[in-house]
């Protein structure tokens, strides 16, 4: 079954850290640039952060750069998003989305249901 | 930085055509690809390319783009279209390497 599973969401202070995680199956996962794109709760999608196939490209959004950092182990079809410093801003479901093509520029064909984090005193 | 913009909502009766636009500078240069997402759920491809239909896309879905404004139109919209809908495209900074709209929100009357 084609599909992407994302896990490590929770509930965590102001200045956390959180580790997110993204397992493929179905598909050559080696082939394919990864996302993280988020939702604020009621608003709209927010591109996060992309990986390259073979991790030696990676982008950031501005609001993100500097505390998080996107990895990948091809190995175990797993893409990474390490989150530092959170914020209550970062409250969101974050989703993790595969790319059609390796470089991760350009479409999302397929996106996983998401996992939610919630930054809170 | 590249600002795609939709307005936030659009509505149809049932049977008739769905038009969402989404404006960019000079879009109609740049590949635009469309989501929908219903409450609660994943986004979902509609249209890729401007104009492509995934598979499993039924053939009432489809896009345009030209100049500065891309459209998602559905026709004889149903009810199970009721959702938001995304358009995306690759801007290719490296803190704008993808962009979202701000979503559109249909619904059907």
């Known amino acids: 079954q084609v599909q992407l599973v994302e896990s490590g969401g929770g509930v965590v202070q102001p200045g956390k850290s959180l580790r997110l995680s993204c397992v493929g199956s179905?598909?050559?996962?080696?082939?394919?640039?990864m996302h993280w794109v988020r939702q604020a709760p009621g608003k709209g999608l927010e591109w996060v952060a992309t990986i390259s196939y073979d991790e030696k490209n990676k982008y950031y959004a501005d609001s993100v750069r500097g505390r998080f950092s996107i990895s990948r182990d091809n190995s175990k079809k797993i893409v990474y998003l390490q989150m530092n410093s959170l914020r209550p801003e970062d409250t969101a479901v974050f989703f993790c989305?595969?790319?059609?093509?390796?470089?991760?520029?350009?479409?999302?064909?397929?996106w996983g249901r998401g996992t939610l984090v919630t930054v809170s005193p | 930085s590249y600002v795609l913009t939709q307005p936030p909502s659009v509505s149809v009766a049932p049977g008739q055509t769905a038009r969402i636009p989404c404006g960019g500078n000079?879009?109609?240069?740049?590949?635009v690809h469309w989501f929908q997402q219903r409450p609660g759920q994943a986004p979902v491809l509609v249209v890729y390319?401007?104009?492509v239909r995934p598979s499993g896309i039924p053939e009432r879905f489809s896009g345009s783009n030209s100049g500065n404004t891309a459209t998602l139109t559905i026709t004889r919209v149903e009810d199970g279209d009721e959702a938001d809908y995304y358009c995306q495209v690759w801007h290719g900074s490296s803190d704008h390497w993808e962009v979202f709209g701000g979503g559109t929100k249909l619904t059907v009357l």
């Open positions: 989305a595969k790319d059609s093509s390796g470089s991760g520029n350009w479409y999302f064909d397929l």
């Open positions: 000079n879009i109609g240069s740049k590949d």
């Open positions: 390319d401007d104009s």
């Open positions: 179905g598909f050559t996962f080696s082939n394919h640039g």
